[in-house]
Each structure stands twice: as structure tokens, then as C-alpha cells.
């Protein structure tokens, strides 16, 4: 399913990263406050368990997460995204892809991959502020899947319908939340009208 959001706060704030004036420390910071905009969606439907637990008045019944929630940065980019949504769960565990696009070919590269133990019973959230071919995303879900994750969410900021297109058939279970749904892909593989390069924009690479 995928889920484009619509939400002002949203809207303003992808305004100014896709401006070109915008510099590295607005980039992050606004990229910083969406991640943790959408995240308060994305979790909606995770499990909770019941507990008793005693007030200062009374026993009554509370919540706590049922299951460990493992963020996927997929570097560089994804990394931006991070800070936003660990705000929200202090407890979430960080795993790490490190990937490269050939500037060529447009395939992802996988160069580095680290996961907690626990994939398999674990609420898994791929994140990459871009997705342009969607291949990416889909080497990111394979490698998860392999690690034995079953429950899966993708979550970029800018995303392009023909990539968007590729993870839906390759992985019609996993869900995937857009802050915009751009118009296409240039020949070079860049979202229109997109924000540009995200890994550079983070980190001052160009
Ligand atoms: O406009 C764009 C397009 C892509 N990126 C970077 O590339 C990958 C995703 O590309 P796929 O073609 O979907 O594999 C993403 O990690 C970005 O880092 C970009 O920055 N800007
Ligand atoms: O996906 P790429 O090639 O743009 O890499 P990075 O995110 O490290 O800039
Ligand atoms: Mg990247």
C-alpha cells in the first residue's frame, strides 16, 4: 500500500529542502522534523501489549510496545532520517545499509550491512529520503528479508512513480509512506522536480 502524505506542516517543510538555496544545517534540520512528522503515522498500527500498572489513584491498565521497532537507514541518505523517528522511540534499534548508486547503470551497490539479532520478530523501517528507480529500496528490503524480517515498512520523503512502481511489484507486502509523489524520473535517474542529490545535501559533498 503506498501512502502519500498530506499534511501542511509536511508540504512547508519539503518546500524549502527542495530549494537549491537551501544549505546543508536547514536540509538536515527540516529533513530532521518530517522524519519525525512521519513516523506518528507509519507506527500507527504497531502491537502493544496490555499491562497493569498502578497510578498515584489507582491500578489500571497501560500499553507498551509489543515489539522491538529497527530503523534501516540506507546510506548515506537514509541516515538524515534517523534522528527524526529515534526522537519519537527512544528504544528503536539502528541498523545499517550502506549502499551506492553507479551513476551509470542506476544498480545499487550494497558495501556494508549490520543487524541487531532480532530482525525476524522485529517491526522493521527501511529509510531513504529518495526513491528513484527503486532499486535501492528493493536491494534494502531483499537484504532485510534475508535476516529473516517479516515485518516491513519503506519510508522516503520524495519519491518517483516509477520507482514506486518497481518495490510495489517486487514486494507488494511492504508498505510505503511518501511525503510527495513527484512527477518522473529524469534521464539521469533524478526525481522531478525532486530536491537534487540527498546525500550530498546532508552532508556538504558538493
Ligand atoms: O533524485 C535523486 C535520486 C536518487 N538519489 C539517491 O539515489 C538513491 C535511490 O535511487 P534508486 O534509483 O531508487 O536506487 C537514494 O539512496 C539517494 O541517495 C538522490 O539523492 N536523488
Ligand atoms: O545513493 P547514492 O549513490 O546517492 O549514495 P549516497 O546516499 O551515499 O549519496
Ligand atoms: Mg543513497
Known sequence: MLT??????????LTIMRKKETGTK?????????GGL????VTRDLP?????????LCQTIGYEMAKDV??????????GVVNGIQNLIPTARIAHIGMY????????HPYFEKYPSNMDE???????PMLATGGSSVAAIDMVKKQGATSIKLVCLVGAPEGVKVVEEAHPDVDIYL?????????????????GDAGDRIFGTK
Not at 522485529?122 to 531513504?128: F, G, L, R, S
Open 38 to 41: 512521519m513516523v506518528y503515522e
Open 122 to 128: 522485529a517491526a522493521v523501517i527501511i529509510v531513504d
Open 101 to 108: 548508486r553507479d551513476e551509470e547503470t542506476l544498480e545499487p
Open 48 to 56: 502493544l501489549n496490555e499491562i497493569p500498572i498502578e497510578t498515584p
Open 179 to 195: 511525503a510527495s509523489l513527484d512527477d518522473h524520473l529524469n534521464e539521469k535517474g533524478y526525481i522531478v522536480p525532486g530536491l
Open 4 to 13: 502519500v502524505f498530506d499534511h501542511p506542516l509536511i508540504k512547508h517543510k
Open 70 to 79: 529497527v530503523i534501516v537507514p540506507i546510506l548515506r541518505a537514509g541516515l
Open 26 to 34: 536547514d536540509f538536515r534540520q527540516n529533513l530532521d522534523e518530517i
